[in-house]
C-alpha cells in the first residue's frame, strides 16, 4: 500500500523546536522530490520546504528560512523537517507530499512539481 506518514507534530512554545517525519511505504522516496506544506485554519495551503531527490537541492518559503532546516535518509526512506526558533504563526497541519521535482526562485519555494503523493498531516501547535 503506497503512503506517506507524518509524525512529530504536537504542541511547544514560542521558540522551542519540533522535528517533523516523512515516512513512506510501498515507494522508494529516493526517487522523488519531497516537500512539506502546511494550512492554518482559514488559509491557504502553504509550502514551506522541498529537497530534491538527492538530496543536494533544497529551497525554503521566505517566512522560514534560517530556521527550519529539511534533509533526507534515503535508506530510511524518510525525510525530515527540523524546526527551530518556532513562532505561533508556524501554527498548521503539516503535511508532507513526493513528486517529480523542486521548483524554486533564488532559494525560495515555490512548487513541487506533479505532486503524486500526499500524508496525511500532522498538528503543530505554537503557543505559550
Known amino acids: 500500500q503506497l503512503q506517506l506518514v507524518e509524525s512529530g507534530g504536537g504542541l511547544v512554545q514560542p521558540g522551542g523546536s519540533l522535528r517533523l517525519s516523512c515516512a513512506a511505504s510501498?515507494?522508494?522516496?529516493?526517487?522523488?522530490?519531497v516537500a512539506w506544506f502546511r494550512q492554518a485554519p482559514g488559509k491557504e495551503r502553504e509550502g514551506v520546504s522541498c529537497?530534491?531527490?538527492?538530496?543536494?537541492?533544497?529551497n525554503y518559503a521566505d517566512s522560514v528560512k534560517g530556521r527550519f532546516t529539511i534533509s533526507r535518509d534515503n535508506a530510511k526512506n524518510t525525510v525530515s523537517l527540523q524546526m527551530n526558533s518556532l513562532k505561533p504563526e508556524d501554527t498548521a497541519v503539516y503535511y508532507c507530499a513526493a513528486g517529480a521535482k523542486c521548483r524554486g526562485v533564488g532559494g525560495t519555494f515555490t512548487e513541487l512539481l506533479v505532486s503524486n503523493y500526499w500524508g496525511q498531516g500532522t498538528q503543530v501547535t505554537v503557543s505559550s
Open positions: 510501498g515507494i522508494t522516496l529516493g526517487d522523488y522530490a
Open positions: 529537497i530534491a531527490s538527492n538530496g543536494v537541492y533544497t
